[in-house]
């Protein structure tokens, strides 16, 4: 059995040592790379002047460390700090020195539940993200009466690859599981490959940290899913155990 994993950066290759360490034969091919986002010089100066400040993943939190430590500014410290799981949550509060909301599933639909959320009216928030993506969480605050921003403070940038020779070493060391942690990621790994290739692809066992990705993969034509609940690598490979 071989696992693939497609987590991009430090996170990606981690996850890979950690199955090693189990006894799992990992192959890391990451599907895209981050930098800094158009707004995250924006965001840096204006953060102060929010209520709620939300991250949607560790990226999100490190390249904004990184941007307010470039212009010597601290995190603010009278927000009230929201993360989308456990592990952004983790990074955020050691970078923010403050405590961090988080929902125990990580996903939209339940950080929205969190109770923190519920009187937002007149509310300002700001959230942290990449380019696009999480579009429910700012409807449905707007909804509630919060004032709504989203800063654009990392960019994902897509790494397309040749199908063919990939297929054929993936084959050829029986991959037999995909590990995917975001719904792009998900949408660009199956619009690089053809119709064969995606055959193959929707015979794996897919691991995915939430419904929502779970749904599309469905559509996609995936028969095999788990559900991991959780994004943080200690999630995604106690999921692989019998």
């Not at 403070?153 to 054929?168: A, I, K, N, S, T």
Request: proline share 5%.
């Amino acid at each position: 059995m071989a696992i693939l994993v497609t987590r991009p950066g430090e996170d990606g290759i981690e996850l890979c040592h950690r199955l090693t360490e189990r006894g799992y034969k990992a192959l890391h091919h990451p599907l895209i790379t981050i930098t800094a986002g158009r707004e995250l010089t924006q965001l840096c100066v204006e953060l102060a002047q929010y209520d709620l400040i939300m991250a949607v993943s560790q990226s999100a939190v490190s390249l904004t460390q990184q941007g307010l430590q470039a212009q010597g500014l601290p995190w603010p410290t009278n927000a009230i700090y929201l993360a989308i799981g456990q592990k952004t949550a983790q990074v955020l509060s050691k970078a923010c020195q403050q405590p961090v909301h988080y929902p125990e599933i990580s996903d939209s639909e339940h950080l929205l539940e969190l109770p923190v959320l519920q009187e937002v009216h007149q509310k300002r928030m700001v959230i942290l993200r990449g380019n696009g993506g999480r579009e429910l969480i700012s409807q449905t605050l707007t909804q509630r009466s919060a004032q709504v921003w989203c800063r654009e403070v990392y960019r994902r940038v897509e790494l397309p690859f040749d199908w063919q020779p990939m297929l054929q070493r993936w084959q050829q060391v029986n991959v037999d599981t995909l590990i995917i942690t975001s719904l792009h990621q998900l949408t660009f790994f199956m619009s690089q490959l053809t119709a064969h290739a995606q055959a193959w692809a929707c015979q794996l066992r897919l691991l995915v940290p939430s419904e929502r990705i779970g749904r599309e993969a469905i559509a996609l034509g995936f028969q095999h899913i788990v559900i991991t609940g959780s994004a943080a690598n200690h999630d995604l490979v106690a999921a692989l155990q019998p």
